[in-house]
């Protein structure tokens, strides 16, 4: 069974842990805070790319983000490369940034 769980890593640094069964194959690790979310880097283990987890990931972050009224910057190429791809769906949490992080 794939799960999908929200999971503090320390203070700062959250990450959406995706789950088969009991083990862990994926990571979308975020700093989150009230008003916004830097997505930094998303993974799949080796053994279980090309599945399509990766958007399982995305797909939580994004629900999350909308129920929690939160706008994503994508640092990681992989949410930024989802969210160029087609802004439209992702223009009302997308916040493309100049600023540094």
Request: hydrophobic share 35%.
């Amino acid at each position: 069974m794939i799960t999908v769980k929200l999971e503090k890593i320390d203070a700062e640094t959250s990450a959406f842990n995706l789950y088969f069964d009991q083990d862990k194959i994926g990571e979308m690790v975020v700093n989150l805070s009230p008003t916004e979310m830097i997505v930094y880097h998303t993974e799949i283990d080796n053994s279980h790319e090309g599945k399509g987890y990766g958007l399982l990931l995305l797909d939580e972050m994004v629900n999350y983000a909308r129920t929690n009224q939160v706008e994503v910057f994508p640092i990681c190429e992989y949410v930024n490369q989802k969210f160029q791809s087609n802004p439209q769906a992702y223009s009302d949490i997308w916040k493309p940034s100049e600023r540094e992080f």
